[in-house]
């Protein structure tokens, strides 16, 4: 065949050198239209190969190459090569399409990498195989099942404008007749020469093939993965020889060769001897051929060499592998431990032991120490090298895990640290999902996977490729860059943090590729050993060899019976996991894997699990439950789809969990990858898409599940639906149904003819685009039927990314869906369409209109959007339920609704708001619209006045401000005076870039009902300009008082904020005004603010509409609690202490009497007419319900009677949301998985999977007496109370009706049901949430606890302590403004002898990650500061040290106003006479231009007060009590989170040699930091004597 290009080509080639050399035009300007064909079709075996010329930056993508049955003569050449249709197959980058549609990813060499000079070749081979040559390497087969007639097709792409035909013909040694006879050798020749030999002790070998037919089967394109059965009996060694005459079956050769593979990779894995692989690629392994071409090669000859051989490779045999490529199997005991190779340093962390020839690391005492494992590598890596580890075991006890990265640093000279993370210079460290660059973190999610989440057997690697980019890679997948600019000498380095103990280096990261060899190798010593044999034996085997049988390597409670037919779980009722089943060999393309159920236990919770997987039994190591895989695994658990274990479906079908002993579920991977289920034989529909070509079933026979059998007969399955848009149908199993999925004629859905990339489910409800992050158009989705009149056609976003630019287009088209040909997106439609795009109307393809009034780009998750056509034919758009008014007019009658889910949009449902309207609302443009906007606040919104600028129009009953005009002129008020500390907020809902300049806010005397009615003679240009009363606005990041700067570089600039972000203000009770951006109050940004004044905003510049989101200060307040049965108690307005009801009328809630049901745990046992329940053996099997539903808005309360300090742990509750009287229940409420919502320690967990941490207290530290109490609200949120006292929403969405649940496990022995539904309050409530009296965790079960302490019931519910009544009287004569203290008194603190021991209090806690001793201030009382939010606040509850800090009174204001420590050089000492009660002035305010950056003096702390408390820290002043007229002596101190590594410990400055505290030794009782941020005010210390 001639190496020419066809004459006929994309627009842009020029065509020269003969038609041997392609050129893409203009090559700067333009991408695409570079499209070549070969002039002949190609022959089979010729590599048709071209060489890169020339390639240009200005592009990403390059060149891509394959094939195509089209004839280039007739064809309409499309812009690139993935455009091809009618039996084309291409590799881009390094995926393989056919038809545009992606078939296999991850494959060969990523050709975008390629550079000039590089050649690139593909081949059809005789099996119809299409294999990809990069620069004379095969990289293997990319597809099969090809066509006899097809052109080679190139596309000069992206960066590739010049390439030249070097060659057409056979690779070397494959020409002609020789492979034919090659191949005939393979048929004909028996593996006569075969010698193998087989060492115990160091367990290496070499095989030898004795023919060139046998090495030349190497070079075959086979790229199945051999089946490798864990069943054979591996012999102690093999034969010494095989003579050519010894009687030996096919299946013996197969089990040994087999054998020997399995050991291959088992002495790798067990850390043993790493068995080196010598010889080329698998392209070079031909060696011993010799020039006769037939002579056998014998000993050192042969292309795979013995033990020792090294390279292995005769002087016969193809040229040498480059250092990137495949290895052989040649056997090279000594290769991986030479100097060169990748080892752990052997100077490593203190807890650190090494093994295996320093290539696994193991840290000493897992369950004692969670730090001090540190390892790095015993050489600094190179360019491009895989630097990868195997996690070996992890320990269930710890939070955080393992950590990777790189560092500068030598080992040989460095002073390891506890943790890779406190090293504050050249370290680039992986942690969880982010990456800290020198302890700090840069990227908070580099990726989706979390190195927490990893399990045993997971890999991590690293690479610094060659322009210094850090990639990481989890389980071979490559993160993608975590770090652009990597110093060019780095080591390796592992953090075995927490729960990672052991991990191990590997070094044969081309997997796959060994397994291509290895098949190769059993391919060319028997050509039928694609199946795997079941046993060794010399009986022929069964004339069904293909048939689905359960593999024999499965879960560790699981077996398998009846010749691989039936899998079940023997000890069922002792275990509810480890009984993973594998299919013994790939499914093939639309072939039903089915089982049938044949046993269940009524013990557990959950049942059978049933999917696919890309992981080979053989190898795999089985988790306890399918759905722990991280990696090529689908599975449908319960009605929902799970990917890697993550859930992908939520509602997909029929729920697993309902089936009984007889039903069947059924499994297909169709031929275009699409993955469906079947129950009772009824298909599901599609549950996911580009499914990979070889999997295997799997079966999780989890829970109640214990037997299955696999069902050989699938005739009574109905056939699939050939489209994907049959949604999962909802039915009960084995119930007379309809599959044909028709919708009703009034029924909205997606037509099931839809873009390329778009998928319809849900019965039509969803349509989604797949692989959204490497495609981004052809996902149109059309409504099934046409609109009626003045219908809405509405949808919602469910899922955007954040990668494309554009988003949604919506609109209506008159082309009937049977005729439309979907283009890639709908705007390229040229007749009868009309689109909105961003805010552009457009018709055909032309823009009719700019600016409408909303924008679809700015859209996010949970927006709505609908289309209209009126009976007029006018077409209005709505946006979460308003009508953005008239886009267009004179449509035609019958339109359909239309989608383009373009960009970032992803995946978008039909909400049930679509249907018909009232068209009267519909006809007007700009107006009040026919869906008001309803306030996100629960309670009376917020609205805006009705005066204002002139360019602003009122939208959703004054909820929404729009400019439609100018940049000016958009000033708004607030339609009420704000109250004291109430709360006005905005949010920025649409942005002009056109404009300078944005939002600008503030407060203003000016009363707007006196403004005149026409706004052209009332209102400023702008706010800044707006001097006729006295107003204070913030522009930009500038205060000003009538125009005049009072302040700059106040807050965060406005002019940054951008869609999405809100604004607040509001007038506190000190006369300050205070700015909040996305609900962080910036502080006081002006001073002396008077008390009548209207919030005020002006839509100024680039932001041209706002909506509010705030409501009124009374309703406010109620709002941000969920519904309670106190929250009226403390309110001045209502006495009646029950809930406000939503109507008045509505009869008074009669309490349901709730008792315990019969049916409980077998431990626990009932008395008291059932109100009263104890557990009267062991520590578990405690669990028991409520008899009656829990009503809604009903408190349901028990009390703890009796704790048994001898376990550790205690109880849990919570609801569950399906009926207890025949519930088989297990031993602890952790083991339900259907339906339940749990609050165990100070976590929250649904279905056994935990979704909240950190809520409430701990409810492992209540003591005897506490009441704890579960309310669900109207709303269906779940409430816990403690004590009487809400701690919020712990869940949503609880199902009505529901069951208490109580699992008295552990320390918790006995509780009563509390009868007074309605509990007393008043009592003072101890601090909950930042409690300072923090634990170390506990460890119990495996599980990490974090023990906080929580307070009993008060003997005297309204006891007052004198103490702290008097400590209370002080702080009132500070005059201290209020805003700096907690708005909720109930989370103050008294430390008095009375108070603390009535608590229980114990003297000294710990708390921070690593946790530090502190002391509890007894004989102190703390007032509760509010916490000014910023970034670490979350982390300062949970992670941050607890100290105190010794202050003066006369430094408390300034200290408070600074929200900062001051040291005594920096602050005035107050004087030490008689304190009388002083105005504000006493204390200086705080200066608004100081320098931010300024230097923190030293500033002392301790972690008791012992220390800080004496005065010389906090001098004493005297008081006279305004009550008592007694004299007084106070102190004050401050209670601060100090950041770990932010201080120094040391002695104490004072020379006190006699102890002060007996915990904390002089030498480390004072603790100085210089680090600004590094402490966080908490409380307000004040001691009177």
């Given at each position: 065949?001639?190496?020419?290009?066809?004459?006929?080509?994309?627009?842009?080639?020029?065509?020269?050198?003969?038609?041997?050399?392609?050129?893409?035009?203009?090559?700067?300007?333009?991408?695409?239209?570079?499209?070549?064909?070969?002039?002949?079709?190609?022959?089979?075996?010729?590599?048709?190969?071209?060489?890169?010329?020339?390639?240009?930056?200005?592009?990403?993508?390059?060149?891509?190459?394959?094939?195509?049955?089209?004839?280039?003569?007739?064809?309409?050449?499309?812009?690139?090569?993935?455009?091809?249709?009618?039996?084309?197959?291409?590799?881009?980058?390094?995926?393989?399409?056919?038809?545009?549609?992606?078939?296999?990813?991850?494959?060969?060499?990523?050709?975008?990498?390629?550079?000039?000079?590089?050649?690139?070749?593909?081949?059809?081979?005789?099996?119809?195989?299409?294999?990809?040559?990069?620069?004379?390497?095969?990289?293997?087969?990319?597809?099969?099942?090809?066509?006899?007639?097809?052109?080679?097709?190139?596309?000069?792409?992206?960066?590739?404008?010049?390439?030249?035909?070097?060659?057409?013909?056979?690779?070397?040694?494959?020409?002609?007749?020789?492979?034919?006879?090659?191949?005939?050798?393979?048929?004909?020749?028996?593996?006569?020469?075969i010698l193998a030999d087989h060492n115990q002790e160091d367990r290496t070998g070499a095989i030898v093939l004795s023919s060139a037919g046998e090495t030349a089967a190497l070079m075959n394109g086979s790229v199945e993965v051999p089946e490798v059965s864990?069943?054979?009996?591996?012999?102690?060694?093999?034969?010494?020889?095989?003579?050519?005459?010894?009687?030996?079956?096919?299946?013996?050769?197969?089990?040994?060769?087999?054998?020997?593979?399995?050991?291959?990779?088992?002495?790798?894995?067990?850390?043993?001897?790493?068995?080196?692989?010598?010889?080329?690629?698998?392209?070079?392994?031909?060696?011993?051929?010799?020039?006769?071409?037939?002579?056998?090669?014998?000993?050192?000859?042969?292309?795979?060499?013995?033990?020792?051989?090294?390279?292995?490779?005769?002087?016969?045999?193809?040229?040498?592998?480059?250092?990137?490529?495949?290895?052989?199997?040649?056997?090279?005991?000594?290769?991986?431990?030479t100097n060169d190779a990748l080892l752990f340093h052997e100077k490593c962390g203190t807890l650190i032991k090494l093994s295996n020839n320093n290539k696994t690391a193991e840290r000493r005492r897992p369950l004692d120490e969670f730090n001090n494992g540190v390892v790095m590598t015993n050489r600094p890596l190179r360019h491009n090298e895989m630097f990868e580890i195997r996690i070996d075991k992890l320990v269930d006890k710890w939070s955080g895990s393992i950590e990777i990265g790189v560092t500068t640093h030598n080992p040989n000279n460095l002073d390891y640290p506890a943790t890779m993370t406190n090293l504050r210079s050249g370290t680039i460290m992986?942690?969880?999902?982010?990456?800290?660059?020198?302890?700090?973190?840069?990227?908070?999610?580099?990726?989706?996977?979390?190195?927490?989440?990893?399990?045993?057997?997971?890999?991590?690697?690293?690479?610094?490729?060659?322009?210094?980019?850090?990639?990481?890679?989890?389980?071979?997948?490559?993160?993608?860059?975590?770090?652009?600019?990597?110093?060019?000498?780095?080591?390796?380095?592992?953090?075995?943090?927490?729960?990672?103990?052991?991990?191990?280096?590997?070094?044969?990261?081309?997997?796959?590729?060994?397994?291509?060899?290895?098949?190769?190798?059993?391919?060319?010593?028997?050509?039928?050993?694609?199946?795997?044999?079941?046993?060794?034996?010399?009986?022929?085997?069964?004339?069904t060899p293909d048939r689905l049988l359960f593999h024999s390597n499965c879960g560790q409670k699981a077996a398998i019976i009846s010749d691989g037919r039936t899998a079940l779980r023997p000890h069922a009722t002792d275990d509810f996991n480890h009984g993973v089943v594998l299919s013994n060999r790939p499914l093939h393309s639309n072939e039903v894997f089915q089982v049938r159920i044949d046993k269940m236990?009524?013990?557990?919770?959950?049942?059978?699990?049933?999917?696919?997987?890309?992981?080979?039994?053989?190898?795999?190591?089985?988790?306890?439950?399918?759905?722990?895989?991280?990696?090529?695994?689908?599975?449908?658990?319960?009605?929902?789809?799970?990917?890697?274990?993550?859930?992908?479906?939520d509602e997909y079908g029929h729920n697993l969990d309902r089936l009984k002993a007889g039903d069947t579920v059924g499994v297909v991977r169709k031929e275009d990858g699409s993955l469906h289920f079947f129950v009772n034989g009824v298909p599901q529909g599609p549950a996911a898409w580009n499914v990979p070509a070889s999997v295997y079933a799997v079966v999780d026979l989890y829970g109640q599940a214990a037997q299955a059998t696999i069902m050989d007969d699938m005739a009574d399955l109905p056939p699939l639906p050939d489209d994907s848009s049959e949604g999962p149908t909802a039915m009960s199993p084995g119930s007379p149904c309809s599959v044909s999925g028709v919708i009703t004629a009034n029924d909205l859905r997606f037509h099931h003819l839809h873009g390329t990339n778009a998928v319809i489910t849900n019965g039509g409800r969803t349509a989604l685009r797949q692989n959204c992050r490497s495609e981004?158009?052809?996902?149109?989705?059309?409504?099934?039927?046409?609109?009626?009149?003045?219908?809405?056609?509405?949808?919602?976003?469910?899922?955007?990314?954040?990668?494309?630019?554009?988003?949604?287009?919506?609109?209506?088209?008159?082309?009937?869906?049977?005729?439309?040909?979907?283009?890639?997106?709908?705007?390229?439609?040229?007749?009868?369409?009309?689109?909105?795009?961003?805010?552009?109307?457009?018709?055909?393809?032309?823009?009719?209109?700019?600016?409408?009034?909303?924008?679809?780009?700015?859209?996010?998750?949970?927006?709505?959007?609908?289309?209209?056509?009126?009976?007029?034919?006018?077409?209005?758009?709505?946006?979460?339920?308003?009508?953005?008014?008239?886009?267009?007019?004179?449509?035609?009658?019958?339109?359909?609704?239309?989608?383009?889910?373009?960009?970032?949009?992803?995946?978008?449902?039909?909400?049930?708001?679509?249907?018909?309207?009232?068209?009267?609302?519909?006809?007007?443009?700009?107006?009040?619209?026919?869906?008001?906007?309803?306030?996100?606040?629960?309670?009376?919104?917020?609205?805006?006045?009705?005066?204002?600028?002139?360019?602003?129009?009122?939208?959703?009953?004054?909820?929404?401000?729009?400019?439609?005009?100018?940049?000016?002129?958009?000033?708004?008020?607030?339609?009420?005076?704000?109250?004291?500390?109430?709360?006005?907020?905005?949010?920025?809902?649409?942005?002009?870039?056109?404009?300078?300049?944005?939002?600008?806010?503030?407060?203003?005397?000016?009363?707007?009902?006196?403004?005149?009615?026409?706004?052209?003679?009332?209102?400023?240009?702008?706010?800044?300009?707006?001097?006729?009363k006295v107003t204070w606005v913030l522009a930009g990041s500038e205060v000003r008082r009538n125009g005049v700067l009072q302040r700059q570089n106040y807050g965060c600039s406005l002019d940054r904020l951008t869609v999405g972000n809100r604004v607040g203000v509001k007038r506190c009770s000190d006369d300050t005004m205070h700015i909040l951006i996305d609900g962080e109050d910036m502080g006081p940004a002006a001073t002396a603010v008077a008390k009548n004044v209207y919030a005020v905003f002006d839509l100024y510049g680039k932001v041209t509409t706002v909506s509010i989101v705030s409501s009124t200060l009374v309703e406010d307040a109620e709002s941000v609690k969920a519904p309670s049965l106190s929250s009226d108690s403390c309110s001045e307005v209502e006495e009646d202490s029950t809930p406000v009801r939503e109507c008045e009328n509505e009869p008074p809630l009669v309490p349901t009497v709730m008792t315990f049901l019969e049916n409980h745990g077998k431990n626990i046992q009932l008395s008291n007419q059932n109100l009263t329940a104890a557990r009267v053996s062991s520590y578990n099997q405690g669990?028991?319900?409520?008899?009656?539903?829990?009503?809604?808005?009903?408190?349901?309360?028990?009390?703890?009677?009796?704790?048994?300090?001898?376990?550790?742990?205690?109880?849990?509750?919570?609801?569950?949301?399906?009926?207890?009287?025949?519930?088989?229940?297990?031993?602890?409420?952790?083991?339900?998985?259907?339906?339940?919502?749990?609050?165990?320690?100070?976590?929250?967990?649904?279905?056994?999977?935990?979704?909240?941490?950190?809520?409430?207290?701990?409810?492992?530290?209540?003591?005897?007496?506490?009441?704890?109490?579960?309310?669900?609200?109207?709303?269906?949120?779940?409430?816990?109370?403690?004590?009487?006292?809400?701690?919020?929403?712990?869940?949503?969405?609880?199902?009505?009706?529901?069951?208490?649940?109580?699992?008295?496990?552990?320390?918790?022995?006995?509780?009563?049901?509390?009868?007074?539904?309605?509990?007393?309050?008043?009592?003072?409530?101890?601090?909950?949430?930042?409690?300072?009296?923090?634990?170390?965790?506990?460890?119990?079960?495996?599980?990490?606890?974090?023990?906080?302490?929580?307070?009993?019931?008060?003997?005297?519910?309204?006891?007052?302590?004198?103490?702290?009544?008097?400590?209370?009287?002080?702080?009132?004569?500070?005059?201290?403004?209020?805003g700096y203290f907690n708005e909720d008194a109930n989370y103050n603190l008294c430390y008095c002898e009375s108070c603390h021991k009535l608590r229980g209090d114990e003297a000294y806690y710990k708390r921070g990650e690593p946790p530090r001793d502190y002391a509890l201030p007894f004989g102190w009382c703390r007032f509760a500061l509010r916490i000014k939010t910023h970034c670490e606040v979350s982390n300062a509850f949970k992670k941050w040290h607890i100290a105190y800090h010794g202050t003066s009174v006369g430094s408390l204001r300034r200290t408070l106003d600074h929200n900062q420590l001051l040291s005594a050089e920096s602050s005035s000492i107050f004087s030490s006479s008689p304190l009388k009660t002083e105005g504000h002035g006493s204390y200086g305010e705080p200066e608004e231009n100081s320098a931010p950056e300024r230097e923190i003096p030293c500033v002392q702390l301790s972690p008791t007060m012992r220390y800080s408390g004496l005065e010389v820290f906090a001098p004493k002043v005297q008081f006279r009590d305004p009550r008592s007229l007694r004299c007084h002596q106070a102190q004050v101190g401050f209670q601060v989170c100090v950041r770990p590594g932010s201080y120094k410990v040391g002695p104490t400055s004072l020379g006190i040699s006699e102890p002060l505290d007996p915990r904390f030794s002089n030498a480390e009782i004072e603790w100085i930091t210089k680090e600004k941020g590094g402490t966080l005010l908490y409380g307000l210390l004040i001691r009177v004597e």
């Open positions: 065949m001639a190496a020419e290009l066809h004459p006929r080509s994309g627009k842009l080639i020029a065509l020269s050198n003969s038609n041997r050399t392609a050129q893409r035009n203009q090559p700067v300007q333009e991408f695409n239209h570079g499209l070549v064909l070969s002039r002949e079709p190609l022959r089979d075996r010729d590599v048709f190969t071209v060489r890169i010329d020339k390639k240009v930056n200005s592009w990403s993508g390059s060149i891509e190459i394959g094939v195509t049955a089209l004839d280039p003569a007739g064809l309409e050449f499309p812009s690139s090569a993935t455009g091809l249709k009618g039996g084309s197959w291409i590799v881009s980058g390094c995926s393989v399409l056919k038809d545009g549609r992606s078939v296999l990813e991850e494959y060969g060499h990523d050709l975008d990498q390629l550079g000039e000079g590089d050649h690139v070749g593909i081949q059809r081979n005789g099996k119809g195989e299409l294999h990809l040559w990069v620069n004379g390497q095969d990289c293997g087969t990319a597809a099969n099942g090809l066509p006899s007639r097809l052109w080679a097709v190139v596309d000069l792409y992206g960066k590739c404008t010049q390439v030249t035909v070097v060659s057409c013909e056979p690779p070397p040694e494959m020409e002609g007749d020789e492979e034919e006879e090659v191949e005939d050798e393979i048929e004909s020749t028996p593996a006569e020469s864990t069943t054979h009996n591996r012999p102690d060694k093999f034969p010494n020889n095989f003579e050519p005459d010894s009687v030996l079956t096919e299946h013996q050769l197969f089990d040994v060769f087999n054998s020997a593979i399995v050991s291959l990779y088992r002495s790798e894995d067990e850390g043993g001897e790493d068995l080196g692989v010598g010889g080329g690629s698998s392209d070079s392994l031909r060696g011993g051929t010799g020039s006769s071409g037939g002579g056998r090669a014998t000993g050192s000859d042969s292309g795979i060499g013995g033990v020792g051989a090294g390279g292995g490779s005769s002087s016969n045999s193809s040229p040498a592998r480059s250092s990137g490529g495949p290895t052989g199997l040649g056997v090279a005991p000594g290769d991986m431990t992986m942690s969880g999902c982010g990456i800290l660059t020198n302890g700090k973190g840069t990227r908070r999610e580099y990726c989706e996977f979390s190195l927490d989440e990893l399990q045993e057997g997971d890999h991590i690697g690293l690479m610094r490729k060659a322009s210094g980019a850090l990639h990481f890679y989890i389980n071979g997948i490559d993160q993608g860059v975590a770090a652009s600019q990597t110093p060019g000498v780095v080591y390796g380095v592992v953090d075995l943090y927490g729960m990672a103990v052991k991990v191990t280096i590997v070094h044969n990261h081309n997997h796959s590729d060994r397994l291509r060899r290895n098949n190769a190798i059993m391919r060319a010593l028997s050509p039928d050993v694609g199946r795997p044999r079941p046993a060794l034996s010399m009986t022929p085997e069964p004339d236990v009524d013990k557990w919770a959950g049942s059978i699990e049933i999917g696919v997987t890309t992981h080979n039994p053989a190898y795999l190591q089985l988790p306890s439950t399918m759905t722990n895989l991280r990696s090529g695994t689908w599975m449908m658990t319960g009605n929902g789809v799970m990917h890697n274990g993550t859930t992908i479906l981004f158009n052809d996902a149109i989705v059309i409504s099934n039927r046409c609109l009626r009149d003045g219908e809405l056609f509405e949808i919602v976003i469910q899922k955007m990314v954040d990668r494309w630019s554009g988003s949604i287009e919506a609109g209506v088209t008159a082309i009937r869906p049977e005729e439309l040909e979907f283009p890639n997106t709908m705007t390229d439609i040229d007749y009868d369409t009309w689109m909105l795009s961003g805010t552009a109307i457009m018709q055909d393809g032309n823009t009719m209109r700019n600016n409408y009034g909303c924008d679809l780009d700015s859209l996010t998750t949970g927006s709505r959007i609908g289309m209209m056509r009126t009976a007029s034919g006018d077409l209005h758009y709505f946006i979460n339920g308003v009508d953005q008014g008239v886009a267009c007019t004179g449509l035609q009658p019958e339109v359909f609704a239309v989608v383009d889910l373009y960009g970032q949009c992803v995946q978008v449902a039909i909400t049930s708001s679509s249907g018909p309207l009232d068209n009267s609302l519909c006809t007007s443009n700009i107006t009040e619209k026919s869906f008001p906007i309803h306030s996100p606040v629960t309670g009376v919104a917020h609205r805006l006045h009705s005066k204002h600028g002139k360019n602003v129009v009122l939208l959703g009953d004054g909820c929404q401000a729009l400019r439609v005009g100018g940049y000016a002129h958009g000033i708004v008020f607030s339609a009420k005076e704000l109250k004291t500390d109430e709360v006005f907020e905005v949010k920025i809902n649409k942005v002009d870039e056109r404009w300078s300049g944005s939002l600008h806010v503030g407060l203003t005397t000016l009363q707007p009902p006196d403004l005149p009615s026409c706004p052209l003679s009332g209102l400023s240009p702008s706010l800044t300009q707006l001097r006729s669990l028991l319900v409520t008899a009656q539903a829990l009503p809604r808005q009903q408190l349901f309360q028990f009390q703890i009677d009796r704790l048994n300090l001898s376990w550790t742990s205690s109880l849990s509750l919570g609801v569950i949301g399906h009926s207890p009287d025949r519930l088989n229940f297990p031993s602890t409420a952790c083991c339900l998985k259907r339906s339940v919502w749990l609050l165990q320690r100070d976590s929250v967990f649904h279905n056994s999977l935990k979704i909240c941490e950190n809520y409430g207290p701990n409810l492992d530290t209540c003591p005897e007496g506490t009441v704890l109490g579960l309310l669900v609200d109207s709303s269906g949120c779940l409430h816990l109370y403690v004590n009487g006292m809400d701690q919020g929403v712990a869940a949503q969405d609880i199902p009505s009706p529901c069951h208490a649940l109580i699992d008295l496990y552990g320390q918790c022995e006995q509780v009563t049901i509390v009868a007074n539904y309605v509990p007393v309050f008043g009592g003072e409530r101890e601090d909950m949430r930042c409690q300072g009296d923090m634990e170390k965790a506990d460890m119990v079960d495996g599980i990490k606890e974090s023990v906080c302490w929580t307070p009993p019931p008060e003997v005297n519910p309204n006891k007052t302590c004198e103490y702290q009544a008097l400590c209370s009287r002080f702080k009132d004569l500070l005059t201290l403004p209020d």
